[in-house]
């Protein structure tokens, strides 16, 4: 009874709190952050697209957007996806960057028809693949594929821009007027709250699962070629920071503290510090799976947290997953 | 895996409680439930049989007619199995099945000969294995004899070999590609079109090995017949499935998974937005005969019918009983009402996107780059169901807190108890 009392309380105006902050402290400064860094991306390309001077930008661009990547709500409900198309089990991405080089397709002189290309063909994955795997990395600066890079990066650029100003002039609103009258999307702060606390625990699952579990496949048949941008060698970096992203979205929405997350926080850290390949490509033999596999069950631990220390106290659960299905 | 960490959740327990005061009761909506599964996997079943039938009649006879009534044999077949896709991820047993009867996509090169312009991608070596044309294969460094096609080498070695899910040797697509080929047309219309004589053993045999594709069909036929029996006894009285949901305190909250977790992230998501998003046509669902659109509208009665509590089998007899949608009017006609009214909103969307497709804008069309008038079909549809997955999740809150027996509830009062 003590908790519901509390819960009920909690529910009535400082979630409300929690939305506000959660918008404030983390999603509008990570997609504005993301943009900046994506606008550097593209200004970088623009002054030389060869592979090796965009990789600096590159990674720049590609932790920002982490900040704010598990995100499919709102705005990003749809718009995440051209920016992040993985995993790839078809190979779309390679098939589609193949497809417009050999074809020397000129659809990428002009930025809107490219925004009608095939996802897989644009974003962060289209451009892991062209600048880092071999197969196309050496371009000329001249070549076709140079240029490809300097619309990839410009459409980035403004899809980043796109999705910047729709949350922070639009989206926003309708989270911070949950409950309101003319509020269709959201009749209650604690729908608004659920919204957001569903989308915690949807990242937290998805590094588990798909980050570390697609490389990890089966104990007889692991699969390195299928960690996250592993090209890059970003895999090991991109689970740890979309778990220190969830950890920061919750201690906004949160208003109280959270000390029981932050210490399994600190435990994915630990567990993340002992793996010695970051794009996982080592992940066969026995000591380093065990490794990936401890780090899974330390993220896991923060998803415990997060549920005993903020949906049990607001009585929560979370809602439908985007990755939800197969 | 979802299914999982819904069903343990500690909205599980509390929505059992809520529930159990309201006036239509939980286990006649249970009963509801698992009476529409018997008839539509019955149903998916007989359609089948029917599909072997003329499967048997193709390789009697090849012809253009004994092909096309095949084909129509498995688009009947359609209807009723996708309206049973509803129960998947509300059901271990179901789910943990689903993969041997509609995988997808698949990497169709793995069964039959390709055209030059199929792409092997470096995610699956064995996109272009070509059983049919090849005895012996060597797959994940073991040698396989598929000297003789029969449904243990398809379900056991072929299908996910290397345990890579687009490697799909078996179930409903598998079958599809046999029938229609592949679908070479691009974004234009037209489904694949693979000549009868595909299937003619001997003199006047196209496209090679005519035998082999013959017993490959009658072996994946077999199979999916098989399969459906398997699923068709589990709803009957006595069947497992069955059992499992109504002996479950939280079956509603099966049947809410269920509909929330098709409509959302596999419908809308994996199956018609990213399609949409990759301009791909093979990204259709049913992608070698063009049938995706009803695949999508079947989809969607499936949802509306276990909320509504009635199903209409194929022989046009309607099955119905007490619905979820009178246990949620009982609490909150205001939900019900919003419920109703959005199920309804995505079943227009889905009959528009068949009628534009019926009339000749094909799905593929609809998939160009550019193309605003299909793109607004398909998101029609997907929005359609983002927004009913929204009321489906109000529904789970309000069934939970309706009774307000939090007191109690181990979700508040055991927090260890839930969490583990």
Known sequence: ??????????????????????????????????????????????????????????????????????????????????????????????????????AQDPVIDDPAAFADVSIAGRGLFALDMLLFDTAFSGYAPQSYACRLAQRLTADLAAQAAALDAEWADSFAAVLRSAGAPDNATYLSEQEAVRALYTQILSSLEFTRDSRLGNPLGTFERPRPARAEARRSGRSLRNAVAATDAAVEFAEALADWELPATRAALDLVHEAADKIGDPAFADIDDLGERFKVEVLQQKIQGVETAIEEEIGLVLGLQPGFNSQDGD | MNFKTLATSALALSLATGVARAETGAADVI??????????????????????????????????????????????????????????????????????????????????????????????????????????????????????????????????????????????????????????????????????????????????????????????????????????????????????????????????????????????????????????????????????HWSHYYDGLGIQNVYLGHYTRVDGTLVEGPALASLVADIDPELDAEMRARLTTTMEALQALADAAEGGFAYDQMLAPGNAEGEALIMGGVNGLIDQTKSIERVVTALGLAGIEVEGSDSLDNPSAVFQ
């Open chain 1, 1 to 102: 009874m003590r908790h519901f009392l509390a819960a009920a309380l909690l529910a009535a105006s400082p979630a409300l709190g929690g939305v506000t902050e959660a918008l404030d402290a983390h999603i509008l400064p990570g997609y504005a952050g993301f943009a900046e860094a994506s606008a550097a991306l593209a200004e970088a390309a623009g002054a030389d697209c060869t592979a090796p001077a965009l990789a600096a930008p590159y990674h720049a661009a590609f932790d920002a957007w982490m900040r704010v990547g598990d995100i499919r709500m709102g705005p990003s409900e749809h718009g995440a996806l051209a920016i992040v198309f993985w995993p790839d089990a078809r190979g779309f991405t390679q098939k589609t960057l193949q497809r417009l080089i050999a």
């Open chain 2, 31 to 292: 009963g509801t439930y698992a009476d529409i599964a018997a008839a539509a996997y019955g149903d998916s079943l007989s359609t089948a049989q029917a599909l072997s039938d003329a499967v048997d009649a193709l390789i009697a006879s090849p012809s253009e007619a004994t092909l096309e009534a095949a084909k129509a044999a498995w688009k009947a077949s359609r209807v009723p199995y996708q309206q049973t896709e509803v129960y998947r991820f509300g059901n271990a047993i179901v789910d943990d099945w689903e993969g041997k009867v509609n995988a997808w996509p698949l990497d169709e090169g793995l069964i039959d000969y390709v055209d030059d312009s199929y792409i092997v991608s470096d995610e699956n070596e064995y996109a272009d294995l070509n059983i049919i044309a090849n005895p012996q294969v060597s797959i994940a460094g073991a040698d396989v004899d598929a000297g003789t096609i029969t449904p243990e080498l398809i379900g056991e070695v072929l299908n996910e070999a290397d345990g890579i899910e687009t490697n799909v040797a078996r179930g409903y697509h598998a079958i599809e590609f046999l029938l229609w080929g592949q679908d070479l047309n691009g974004t234009d219309p037209g489904a694949g079109a693979r000549p009868y004589t595909d299937f003619v053993t001997g003199d006047g045999c196209t496209g090679g090995n005519c035998d082999r594709r013959v017993a490959y069909l009658r072996a994946a036929t077999d199979l999916l017949v098989a399969d459906l029996q398997e699923m068709a006894a589990n709803w009957d009285e006595g069947g497992a499935a069955r059992a499992e949901v109504e002996s479950d305190p939280d079956g509603l909250l099966r049947i809410l998974t269920g509909m929330g977790s098709l409509s959302y992230g596999e419908q809308a998501g994996e199956r018609m937005r990213l399609g949409l998003m990759l301009n791909d046509p093979e990204e259709e669902h049913d992608c070698f005969s063009d049938n995706t």
